[in-house]
């Protein structure tokens, strides 16, 4: 997670700048963990380029002098949320810093990039929203896994019918550290999933369930989390920053076939299987159950650098008037349920409707 950079939200709005016909000019603010592949991928498109990165680390700024000479570099934030040759920002910092690096750059003319998750709340989500519509900006959030070629093949066979009606998705995120002081586990792994089932699945949530216990510092390092949708389907992550061993592990399982996702995998990331269960008879005694054991089948899975697929995207919506997938309204629903698994923590499991 990138060093917070400095703030100035009392910054004087200046025009909003327009985009070069062909490229696109970006500034970054944060160059820390995840920053530099944020400069890496816009600086090395066709239609964008990062004319200037902000982070408070002399040593980051290094680093960026080193790799990138001909981009500028600033400790100050506000030298990129207002200079006019900057179109669009990407916010790479912590969380409780996106709000008002975002709204500042929304105030002058800027679209927005913004690492997940959206905000620290729904409230500052959809004031954002708010703020981009009237200004007829952009705003994507980073939700890199919904550009991987494994989450794409996925949609496409939920989404024709390949698995059938969805039962369940089961996700396993563990693994030792990185440990943050700012959020918990929850915020910091399962936006991942829960960006993937909001892509995923075309029903909404309507309840959340959260256990975890805090074992190393103030927040929970180690959590559970239960989402129930309509028509008996259900969800399930699991989240841990204390295990021995790394696990990326998605099952999905459906009426006629079930999916096993296994991020870790070189090769066979995605493996398709022709199990299922059927129930026959009337009557609580007259019950019989047949199970189905086809054949398993992997799928090919595009090999492609997401976060560099998600960059073009950002820039083609930009330059096209489009609307992201993964736009403000996106980051919102995960911010909602991240919000209610918060409650449900603090109230030990209790349950929170959406």
Known sequence: ???????????????????????????????GYWGPNIVRNFHGQDRSRVVAVCDKSAKSLDRVRHTFPDVRTTNDSKEILTSPDIDAIAVVTPVWTH???????????KHVFVEKPFTVNAAQAEELIELAERKNLKIMVDHTFLFTGAVKRMKQMIDDGTL??????????????????????????????????????????TAVVATGERHLNSVADIAFMTLYYPNNMIGHINVNWLSPVKVRTTLIGGEKKMLVWNDLEADEKLKLYDKGVQMTGDGVYDLLVSYRAGDMWAPRVEQVEALKMEAAYFVDCVMNNKTPFNDGVAGLHVVRMLEAADRSLQEKGKIIQL
């Open 164 to 205: 059938g009606q969805l039962y369940y998705y089961d996700s396993t995120r563990v693994n030792l550290g990185l440990f943050q002081h700012d959020v918990n586990v929850l915020w910091d792994l399962a936006p991942h999933d829960l960006s993937i089932m909001d892509y995923l699945i075309k029903e909404k949530p």
């Open 1 to 31: 997670m990138a060093i917070s950079p400095s703030i100035d939200t009392a910054v004087k709005p200046s025009k909003p700048t327009q985009s070069n016909e062909n490229t696109l000019r970006i500034g970054v603010i944060g160059y």
């Open 99 to 109: 709000f008002d690096l975002a709204k500042t750059a929304l105030e002058n003319g």
